[in-house]
Nanobody
Framework: QAQLVESGGGLVQAGGSRRLSCAAS????????MGWYRQAPGKQRELVAV???????TYVDPVKGRFTISRDNGKNTVYLQMNSLKPEDTAVYYC???????????WGQGAQVTVSS
């Protein structure tokens, strides 16, 4: 199973930008789709963005046009570029990676992103 380590969380002012990274390490796996969820205080975890191994992307409506997901398959890393941040984007952001051979889903430890108004 892949181990995922996130980085890039922190405090940012409304209208600002932040880039999250999530690197997968380990051996014996092949990465498939990767993506990001977020969980705001008192709310359920929600999907933010997904990227397939081939680079196709999907976003939820609240982040379309502001967030960009990308990946570097050579580095087994997925990124989330967040622009025009709003206070309602404040949450813990979790990356995930689906693998084949074996089929599994791994999660990152979570990165707190706080957007101040």
């Amino acid at each position: 199973q892949a181990q995922l380590v996130e980085s890039g969380g922190g405090l940012v002012q409304a209208g600002g930008s932040r880039r999250l990274s999530c690197a997968a390490s380990g051996s014996g796996f092949v990465l498939n789709a990767m993506g990001w969820y977020r969980q705001a205080p008192g709310k359920q975890r929600e999907l933010v963005a997904v990227i397939t191994r081939g680079g196709s992307t999907t976003y939820v409506d609240p982040v379309k046009g502001r967030f960009t997901i990308s990946r570097d398959n050579g580095k087994n890393t997925v990124y989330l570029q967040m622009n025009s941040l709003k206070p309602e984007d404040t949450a813990v952001y979790y990356c995930y990676a689906d693998t084949v051979f074996p089929v599994s889903r791994s999660w990152g430890q979570g990165a707190q992103v706080t957007v101040s108004s």
